[in-house]
């Protein structure tokens, strides 16, 4: 036997010890491929044995992999960006454990990220089943409800959500945009400033306060806000362009071109004002909140009309 046919002999009875004839199959064929070449290159040829320890580290590669429980496997597959890999694994790990709720938990975050949100509101939904106090599901729950436009049935997820995350400014923020799109500002500014005690410089809350005293009709109120905003540092520059919308919207148009500094967000800026005249919108009718909410509101909350265009919509739909 050559040195080569030692080397694979040995190192293949040293990790069959450990594995079922299935494996010891594996790794035997991997050894012989590399092995085909030694007539070629000759027994003792560096080449060969580079080939021999390459294909050997491949099965034991794929061995150790394929021996990780399938939810470790599917937090790999997102933390390299496949979330549809990460998907069917989590669906396995909850086939495999159909009693925990955390698989359940990343297949719905990874269907979100796929843009598949029924499937999403479906593994929450089963979360909710076997826990129903989970406060992750019950968020989850709320933004789906509220980007298909029933605002009370997300203030009812969200409020399951806030019974054990009181702490939380992006649940004071979901459920502002909630009361805000049903036209309730008041409540949904005593919403805003309740997360606002909590986490004074959350932007999203500093915006939607603002956006929600705007269409109150607290027009210094809300430049107040957004002004303040503004100034913060590493804010989005949509917030600017928000207070630039707000002052067109209350007609000054050469000062809203004047807040927005670049010329992308001037023609955005245009745009949105476009959006807006087209849909009717004057300062204080219904009109004013369909185009509003979706475009301005932080993240954005839109109200889809059908069970298409919901299975579409953004992936952060009330706050961050």
């Known amino acids: 036997m050559s040195r080569s046919d030692v080397i694979a002999t040995t190192a293949l009875s040293r990790i069959a010890r450990g594995g079922n004839a299935l494996r010891i199959l594996a790794l035997a064929t991997a050894s ?13 040829d560096a080449a060969t044995a580079e080939k021999i320890a390459a294909a050997q580290a491949d099965v034991m590669h794929n061995e150790i992999e394929a021996s990780k429980p399938a939810l470790q496997r599917g937090d790999e597959a997102v933390a390299q960006g496949d979330n549809a ?144 905003l503004v100034a913060m540092p590493n804010t989005a520059p949509r917030y600017r362009r928000n207070l630039a919308f707000i002052e067109a919207v209350h007609g ?27 849909a009717g919108g004057k300062l204080g009718q219904a009109a004013d909140r369909t185009a509003l909410i979706g475009v301005h509101f932080a993240s954005p909350a839109t109200r889809p009309t059908s069970q298409a265009a919901a299975d579409k919509a953004p992936e952060a739909v009330a706050a961050q």
């Open 32 to 44: 012989a491929v590399a092995l085909s070449g030694c007539a070629m290159f000759g027994d003792n």
């Open 85 to 228: 890999a990460a998907a069917t694994l989590y669906g396995k790990a909850h086939s495999d454990d159909p009693n925990s709720p955390v698989p359940l938990l990343r297949l719905g975050k990874a269907d979100i990220a796929l843009g598949q949100y029924t499937q999403a509101y479906e593994a929450y939904h089963l979360v909710q089943v076997l826990k129903p106090d989970d406060p992750e599901a019950a968020f989850r729950l709320g933004e789906l409800m509220l980007v298909r436009g029933s605002p009370q049935a997300a203030i009812d997820e969200f409020n399951i959500a806030l019974a054990s995350r009181k702490d939380d400014p992006a649940l004071f923020s979901a459920i502002g945009v909630a009361y805000s799109s049903m036209g309730q500002y008041d409540t949904a500014i005593k919403t805003y400033k309740s997360g606002l005690a909590i986490a004074p410089k959350h932007t999203g809350l500093l915006n939607n306060l603002a956006m929600a005293q705007f269409l109150s009709g607290d027009y210094d109120g809300a430049v107040k806000t957004l002004t303040a």
């Open 252 to 278: 000054d148009m050469d000062k809203a071109h004047q807040t927005v500094t670049s010329d992308a967000d001037r023609t955005a800026l245009d745009a949105e004002l476009a959006a807006y005249r087209n």
